[in-house]
Nanobody, 123 residues
């Protein structure tokens, strides 16, 4: 399984970006997927998760009502639409496949990770 994230960039505060994460392999639709981020000098943190069908989503409080996670199982891609971006959203964003059935936001629950895409929000 390989995950390829893209869509990051430099945006002004209040702007929007959409991240994409394309997966290889034939089992994409069987797994939940998540997005995490890591700011300089900080630990990697949970951002959002979506179950296999797209019917259940979870968000960190810091991004709730601003970010939307979605997926297209035909295209084997998971998305993160980010609106009303703030400077504190600046980080490298990673997509990951969840290997356990219960969503808890723990890094150890995810087994495959993309390479990360940089998001920089200027004030």
């Amino acid at each position: 399984v390989q995950l390829q994230a893209c869509g990051g960039g430099l945006v002004q505060a209040g702007g929007s970006l959409r991240l994409s994460c394309a997966a290889s392999g034939r089992t994409f639709s069987s797994y939940a997927m998540g997005w995490f981020r890591q700011a300089p000098g900080k630990d990697r943190e949970f951002v959002s998760d979506i179950n296999w069908s797209g019917g259940r989503t979870v968000y960190a409080d810091s991004v709730k009502a601003r970010f939307t996670i979605s997926r297209d199982n035909v295209k084997k891609t998971v998305y993160l639409q980010m609106n009303s971006l703030k400077p504190e959203d600046t980080a490298v964003y990673y997509c990951a496949r969840r290997q356990v059935s219960t969503m808890s936001g723990r890094l150890d629950d995810y087994d495959y990770w993309g390479q990360g895409t940089q998001v920089t929000v200027s004030s």
